[in-house]
């Protein structure tokens, strides 16, 4: 991961940033690719639980509407 941001207010946090993921497809093939990441936390009495997690990756805008897997921070 990297860019994270962290945001607390009282007994909530929000942290975003980029992650990177690399993968095996089952032909041995590699795959690799970047996605934004959001989590949302709430603290507990046994301790900072994730609430929510949200990933998204950005699309071609040409009409196509296809992940556009192949961008680098």
Known sequence: MRDLVMEVAGDMAVVHGLQHTRAWTR???EAAWWSR????LARTQAGWRITHEHA???FHMDGS???A????P
């Open 56 to 58: 998204s990756v950005p």
């Open 27 to 29: 032909g041995g093939e």
């Open 69 to 72: 897997v192949d961008l680098e």
């Open 37 to 40: 990441t959001t989590r949302i």
């Open 65 to 67: 509407f296809r992940a």
